[in-house]
């Protein structure tokens, strides 16, 4: 199984300030046949879905808020938050759906206001 | 736009077996080449994929779980179906149905105790 480890497990930001969370997969989840990354981020708020917020490792679901950004390839790959704000408290994780599942998550980062 | 709703007992007894349904408004299960998750959350931890089937029925389980879950679908009904066998405490959790990685149910909880 390919294991997701992210990093920091919290992380308190101020209002307006940059939020990095990272993620890394045991083993690459890029395709070499088409050049994607099976790679998602999502965000969950407390009674909440998770909601898609990225896939594809870099494109963004419509809807979301382009102060969303991801980013990496293969094994390393970083979620930014550029702007932080009140409604971006959450949890969030990656998932890698590459390949032969299971198809696993990160254990979550919360994101707090500083 | 598809949505996803799941339905199901929400209290089951030890040793008995846990039945869900999703059902699908808004689009055909059987179009689109998508893959119809079923993923579960603890309380208050993480998200743990169980399994999928896909656009022409092959099905995936976590290894994990594989000795105990079906995962069926019912096009007639434009649903797909979770079943789960020998359920105990460990099995109580909050169960959502997912297509692909962007569409997920509102989620159910599902409690084992006698």
């Known amino acids: 199984d390919i294991v997701m480890t992210q990093s920091p497990d919290s992380l308190a930001v101020s209002l307006g300030e940059r939020a990095t969370i990272n993620c890394k997969s045991s083993q690459s989840v890029l395709s070499s046949s088409n050049n994607l990354n099976y790679l998602a981020w999502y965000q969950q708020k407390p009674g909440q879905p998770p909601k898609v917020l990225i896939y594809w490792a870099s494109s963004r679901e419509s809807g979301v808020p382009d102060r969303f950004s991801g980013s990496g390839s293969g094994t390393d790959f970083t979620l930014t938050i550029s702007s932080l704000q009140a409604e971006d408290v959450a949890v969030y994780y990656c998932q890698q759906y590459y390949n032969t599942p299971p198809w696993t998550f990160g254990q979550g980062t919360k994101v707090e206001i500083k | 736009q598809v949505q996803l709703q799941e339905s199901g007992p929400g209290l089951v007894k030890p040793s008995q077996t846990l039945s869900l349904t999703c059902n699908v408004s808004g689009g055909s299960i059987s179009s689109g080449g998508y893959y119809w998750n079923w993923i579960r959350q603890h309380p208050g931890k993480g998200l743990e994929w169980i399994g999928y089937?896909?656009?022409?029925?092959?099905?995936y389980y976590n290894p994990s779980l594989k000795s105990r879950i079906t995962i069926s679908v019912d096009t007639s009904k434009n649903q797909f179906s979770l079943k789960m066998s020998s359920v105990t405490a460990a099995d109580t959790a909050v169960y959502y149905c997912?297509?692909?990685?962007?569409?997920w149910g509102q989620g159910t909880l599902v409690t084992v105790s006698s």
């Open positions: 997912a297509r692909g990685v962007g569409v």
């Open positions: 089937i896909n656009y022409n029925g092959s099905t």
